[in-house]
């Protein structure tokens, strides 16, 4: 089996940073994209960020110049460096990976998610 497992959420004022992390276990031949998305409540759930293999990486406009996506391929972790945080940054923060297994399948596999909330 493939486990995503996220860390790093909690309560932060307006302001603050968070850095969150998730690490990828099991049965892995190989990890692509990497990413986090958020949901908040009452809203649909929203790509954050993503980074390839290769280090490139994608913003949602709303996060640009305060958050920053790291991977560390040899570890497969990828890591959300969240600053200036805003209250409309609070959700629940879930990574995402593109994963290869033994068996030769592609799926996308997701984390069980980690709370921001920003206070004002």
């Known amino acids: 089996q493939v486990q995503l497992v996220e860390s790093g959420g909690g309560l932060v004022q307006a302001g603050g940073s968070l850095r969150l992390s998730c690490v990828v276990s099991?049965?892995?031949?190989?990890?692509?994209?990497m990413g986090w998305h958020r949901q908040a409540p009452g809203k649909q759930r929203e790509l954050v960020a993503t980074?390839?293999?290769?280090?490139?990486?994608n913003y949602a406009d709303s996060v640009k110049g305060r958050f920053t996506i790291f991977r560390d391929n040899a570890k497969a972790t990828v890591a959300l460096q969240m600053n200036n945080l805003k209250p409309e940054d609070t959700a629940v923060y879930f990574c995402?990976?593109?994963?290869?297994?033994?068996?030769?399948?592609?799926?996308?596999?997701w984390g069980q998610g980690t709370q921001v909330v920003v206070s004002s």
């Open positions: 995402n990976a593109d994963i290869r297994t033994y068996s030769g399948l592609i799926a996308q596999y």
């Open positions: 099991g049965s892995i031949f190989g990890i692509n994209t």
């Open positions: 980074i390839t293999k290769g280090g490139s990486t």
